[in-house]
């Protein structure tokens, strides 16, 4: 066997089980989903559906899946907005602040959400905002805008800035030239990026549990609560969604990038 061979056979091995190391915890957490018992141990003994049952037939739960659908909503629509347009301006101008305004936008991801959290509860609470939805909301932004804007950087980076050029020479309005020939050749980066804000402000706890109210919780903020109590296997159902969530922004981002590739094969 040639020695190229072998290096490949070696990095094939070591990325299959890297692959499996990652995947083992949320196979457990999938397989605890199907416990019998009242309490969470691996291997179950017994497997039913009972936990799921009681996951839709929760009130409360339910109110924290459409808390989080609706933040997370929110955190992407906004973030996506941020990132988008502070990257365009960074891409297109030639000022120092080109220079100063990725670090900064940067620092939000340096800082520890209990920090942010604990910060923008004061704030609020200062300025009187009383709104769970809209504090919860702003937080998450504030770590999802500095995704979306590089890697929306990364995208115009890419980007042949000759044919905005080309459309604001012959007499478009920069909002017409932005949707009618920018946007169309940065969708992907823009869909991806939407993705990725929308998977963080789902799985994030610590800011979502100091501005969180008695009637908005999110499900990782509900599922935190649950467990003060007991160690069920609701937690490991909760998990479930939360894993098959991502995976389904992921899928349908796919799809949509692809909605051309997709029409031709149906």
Known sequence: MSRERVEDVLFRAGYWLLFAVIMLPILVVFVTSFQQGEYLTFPPSEYSLRWYGEFFASEEWLSAVVDSAVIGIGASVLATVLGVTGSLAVQRSDSVLTRVLPPIILLPLLLPPVVIGLTLLIYVNRIGFTSAYLNIVVAHTLWATPLVFFVMQSVFARFDWDLRDAGMDLGARPSRVFYHVVLPNVRSGVIISAVIAFIVSLQEFIMA??????????????????????????????????????????????????????????
């Open 209 to 266: 549990l100091f501005l969180k109210s008695y009637y908005v919780k999110t499900v990782p903020v509900l599922a935190w609560t649950s467990l003060e109590s007991s160690l069920t296997p609701m937690v490991s159902v909760v998990s479930a969604f939360l894993v098959l969530a991502s995976i389904a922004g992921v899928l349908i981002a796919a799809a949509v990038m692809n909605m051309d590739w997709l029409a031709k094969q149906l």
